[in-house]
């Protein structure tokens, strides 16, 4: 159906606080990726989903960072005590999941965080 | 260490005319995919091509065309008669088997 969708498109947090954001991926997609976009930057990996399972979680920064993707569907990114150096675009993408390498990864519009 | 550069920051072009991004990778997997994506002020990265290591053929898509080149590890992106709704940013990618590498992006601005 519709392409990837991200909620919410901006979140405003304080230093601290902890922070949940969603990505509903293009029906189908097997494949789910997070990266992290700041200012000027092109995007940073984050991690990969193979169904429900992270099969790749290599970019998370620290363990401040966590991934679910229960269902092989949705999925969340949990940022805990987030700080001020976390505020980016954090962008969601999903593939068919055919073949890493390969698969043309689809893109949502974001979530901007801002941490105060 | 695989490595994607797009040496040019900012472009500015006045409508109609050509403009050319550079877009030097670095790996060395034998196989290995090359993508363009374009990011317009919304935000969501729109993919444009993919190209695979083994295919040096160009490829023109309506006023956009890609020049592959292993010989000098580039994969640059012309956009012929430009218009105002090219100005985005552009990225480079390079997937390798495990990661996927963006370059920093170059924005193009269109100017009537």
């Known amino acids: 159906g519709a392409g990837v969708s991200q909620t919410p498109s901006n979140k405003v947090t304080e230093k601290g606080k902890y922070v949940e954001l969603r990505c509903d991926p293009i029906s189908g997609h097997t494949a789910l990726y997070w990266y992290r976009q700041s200012l000027g930057q092109g995007p940073e990996f984050l991690i990969y989903?193979?169904?429900?399972?992270?099969?790749?979680d290599s970019g998370l920064p620290n363990d401040r960072f966590f991934a679910v993707r229960p269902e092989g569907s949705v999925s969340t990114l949990k940022i805990q005590r987030t700080e001020r150096g976390d505020s980016a675009v954090y962008l969601c993408a999903s593939s068919q999941g055919r073949r890493r390498a390969t698969d043309t990864q689809y893109f949502g519009p974001g979530t901007r965080l801002t941490v105060l | 260490a695989q490595k994607v550069t797009q040496a040019q920051t900012e472009i500015s072009v006045v409508e109609k005319e050509d403009v050319t991004l550079d877009c030097v990778y670095e790996t060395r997997d034998t196989t290995y995919y090359l993508f363009w994506y374009k990011q317009p002020p919304s935000g969501e990265l729109v993919f444009l091509i993919r190209r695979n290591s083994f295919d040096e053929q160009n490829e023109i898509s309506g006023r956009y065309s890609w020049n592959f080149q292993k010989s000098t590890s580039s994969f640059n992106f012309t956009i012929t008669a430009s218009q105002v709704v090219d100005s985005a940013v552009y990225f480079c990618a390079l997937s390798t088997g495990n990661q996927f590498y963006f370059g920093t992006g170059t924005s193009l601005t269109v100017i009537p």
């Open positions: 989903f193979q169904g429900t399972g992270a099969a790749d």
